[in-house]
């Protein structure tokens, strides 16, 4: 015997969909200032103004603020929107270059004080990359954007000096290598004067109190967006950081600013 199909089972299952996609929230078109989703690759072409600090057996050597010639670090920025107004803000970037620089300190020992010159070799390296969910307020062409997330870094400090205390010479070889999350605060200011341009600015800081390492990170940028193509365009921007990192136990400082135009190519999908 041939069974025949239910004549109403297949309505009833067209109805219940169509009232379970109808529950399902519906995405409303976000600010033209905000793309649901973007990737962005580029270089941060700075200027850097260093400076390192350490305490060795032969005194403190610090170097003072020392000009370098400008470094160029690749950069990585991803946005995403989880909802309408809400959503998340990777950003990383590698600080790394080589210092050769004489160095000179005066400790206070009693009624006297000791000279101590040296002449050192610093190779630095420090990885930043900060995660932030965003509330994006204002749903015209210009929004505030609040952040709140992590940060994570690792520093590297490769020293390798020879010093000179009195008659007595000796050579310096240590390496500070930490790493560390820290609480980040992000704002942010989009406005689009069309949807394919748009200007833009942040600012974000990074604190870390306790633990071997404590320091700020302090993060600032202003920059325009253009997409000559609908999904493809190009961000410039002008940006400051200030890093400023100190560990007790040796009372170490590393402290570097960088500012300089950026360039990235953004993909928004």
Excluded: C
Aim: glycine share 10%; no cysteine; hydrophobic share 40%.
């Amino acid at each position: 015997m041939l069974l025949t199909p239910f004549p109403g089972r297949g309505a009833k299952v067209a109805t219940l969909a169509a009232l379970s996609l109808a529950a399902l929230p519906v995405l409303a078109d976000p600010s033209p200032a905000l793309d649901r989703a973007s990737l962005s690759i580029g270089a941060f072409h700075a200027d850097p103004t260093f400076n390192a600090a350490v305490d060795t057996r032969f005194g403190r050597l610090d170097s003072g603020d020392v000009n370098r010639s400008s470094v160029t670090m690749p950069r990585v920025k991803a946005d995403v929107l989880l909802f309408d107004s809400q959503g998340l803000s990777l950003d990383y970037y590698q600080y790394k270059r080589g210092y050769s620089d004489s160095l000179v300190s005066n400790t206070n020992v009693g009624s006297g004080t000791v000279t101590t010159t040296g002449s050192a070799n610093l190779d630095v390296k420090l990885d930043f990359a900060r995660l932030a969910y965003k509330w994006w307020l204002g749903s015209g062409n210009t929004v505030l954007g609040l952040g709140a997330g992590a940060a994570y870094y690792r520093a590297n400090l490769d020293l390798r000096a020879t010093a000179a205390v009195g008659g007595t010479t000796g050579a310096i070889n240590e390496i500070y290598s930490d790493d560390a999350v820290a609480p980040l605060l992000e704002v942010g200011l989009r406005h689009a004067i069309t949807p394919d341009l748009r200007l833009f600015a942040d600012a974000s800081g990074v604190k870390k109190t306790g633990g071997s390492v404590r320091g700020e990170i302090y993060n600032a940028a202003v920059g325009v967006e253009w997409f000559p193509l609908k999904n493809v365009g190009v961000v410039l921007d002008y940006g400051l950081t200030d890093i400023d990192l100190h560990r007790d136990s040796s009372n170490a400082r590393f402290r570097v600013k960088l500012k300089g135009p950026s360039a990235f190519l953004k993909v928004r999908f």
